[in-house]
Each structure stands twice: as structure tokens, then as C-alpha cells.
């Protein structure tokens, strides 16, 4: 079966710092990758998506960047946090018909 | 562009009651749509989804939906409710060669003894 992981489950950084969120997924091949963000009372929004190694889709401008360099790895990334990248991170994978299942999340706190 | 909205911010029913969680979405062609459950601090769990076929979808813990096409809905239900189901409800649709799911922005559901 197919499962996902996502690390670390909860992170506060400092304003400057650099940030690393790593998501894996088990059981399956060239899934469809996904980071979101949810912030409280806005929803899921939708960061990143992959369709493959090396090809990234940025959605919304920030100031994140994503990576995928191996099929099942999608990673976070961030040189310099800000306040406001403060939240709750989710990787998904989908597959066709599978729909979309998440990882368990990290909680990000900027301080 | 696809979009999905969700009329109630907040809902609270009595343990028992039945309820009816409300979703409306925009989509150009024929949709992929999805509930998901999410408890407090935790990741979204698949309540159902709907690909095509039966208009009607049974999902886990009794939960069931029915895509609707001419009001553009997909509304969850659920006879009869138990406290255990007091959680934050997203309702998403898909669409398109990259499988994007666009979201709600979400109904808490608070279950009353």
C-alpha cells in the first residue's frame, strides 16, 4: 500500500534562518507531488506541485522554493524564513483515480 | 479557474441529529470532487470521493455525498451524527491533466452532547 511521510512534525525557527521539510512517499511510482499551506481560517492553499523529477509549479510567488530530486522525495525549502511563512505545511501525493492523500503535516512557527 | 465554495463556516449540530455540510464549485468540464476530514494539529483524511457514475457516494464513518450537477454541488451527509465526527470539513475539486485540488475554505463542525 501506498503511504507518505512527512518530517518533522513540528519546527520553530527563527526570522533569517533557513528552513528544510522533506515529504516521501512509499508504494507507489511518479505520483503527482504537492506541498499546501494552511494558515488559520484561510483554507489549504496550494504551494507547489511536481509532475516529475526535477519539474517544480509554483503557484503563488514567495518566498519558498520547492525541489524534487528523486520521484518519490519532494522537499521545502527556504533560504531566509519570514514571520509570515509561519503555518501548517501538508505534502500530498495523487495518482490517477487514487485522489490525493496527505502527510500527517508540520507546524511551522516563525519566531 | 477552479473553486470551491463552502457556505457555513460553522456548524453545530446535537449528537444524533443528521447533518448536511453544503458544497458548491465552479469547474468547466465534468469535476473530481472530494470531502476530506481534518482533526485539530492533524493531517486530511479521504471521507469519499466522486469520479463519474453513481451521482451518490458512500464514504467512511457513514458519511455519504451526491454530486449534483445542474447546482454545481456536492454536499456531504450523515443520518445520524456521533461526537467523535467534531472536526474541520474541506470539500475540493479537481480537474485537468495535473490533478490540481483546489480547496474550500472549510466548515467546522461542532457536535453538541
Known amino acids: 500500500s501506498q503511504t507518505i511521510h512527512q518530517w518533522p512534525a513540528t519546527l520553530v525557527q527563527p526570522v533569517g534562518s533557513p528552513l528544510s521539510l522533506e515529504c516521501t512517499v512509499e508504494?507507489?511510482?511518479?505520483?503527482?507531488l504537492y506541498w499546501y499551506r494552511q494558515a488559520a481560517g484561510r483554507g489549504l492553499q496550494l504551494l507547489f506541485y511536481s509532475v516529475g523529477i526535477g519539474q517544480i509549479s509554483s503557484e503563488v510567488p514567495q518566498n519558498l522554493s520547492a525541489s524534487r530530486p528523486q520521484d518519490r522525495q519532494f522537499i521545502l525549502s527556504s533560504k531566509k524564513l519570514l514571520l509570515s511563512d509561519s503555518g501548517f505545511y501538508l505534502c500530498?501525493?495523487?495518482?490517477?483515480?487514487?485522489?490525493?492523500?496527505f502527510g500527517s503535516g508540520t507546524r511551522l512557527t516563525v519566531v | 479557474a477552479q473553486s470551491v465554495t463552502q457556505p457555513d463556516i460553522h456548524i453545530t449540530v446535537s449528537e444524533g441529529a443528521s447533518l448536511e455540510l453544503r458544497c458548491n464549485y465552479s469547474?468547466?468540464?465534468?469535476?473530481?470532487l472530494f470531502w476530506y476530514v481534518q482533526s485539530p494539529g492533524q493531517g486530511l483524511q479521504l471521507l469519499l470521493k466522486?469520479?463519474?457514475?453513481?451521482?451518490l457516494v458512500q464514504g467512511i464513518k457513514g458519511f455519504e455525498a451526491e454530486f449534483k450537477r445542474s447546482q454545481s454541488s456536492f454536499n456531504l451527509r450523515k443520518p445520524s451524527v456521533h461526537w467523535s465526527d467534531a472536526a474541520e470539513y474541506f470539500c475540493?475539486?479537481?480537474?485537468?491533466?495535473?490533478?490540481?485540488?483546489?480547496f474550500g475554505k472549510g466548515t467546522l463542525l461542532t457536535v453538541n452532547p
Open positions: 475540493a475539486v479537481s480537474g485537468g491533466s495535473n490533478y490540481k485540488l483546489t
Open positions: 469547474y468547466g468540464a465534468t469535476p473530481y
Open positions: 508504494g507507489t511510482s511518479n505520483p503527482n
Open positions: 500530498a501525493w495523487s495518482g490517477f483515480y487514487y485522489g490525493y492523500t
Open positions: 466522486y469520479f463519474s457514475g453513481d451521482t
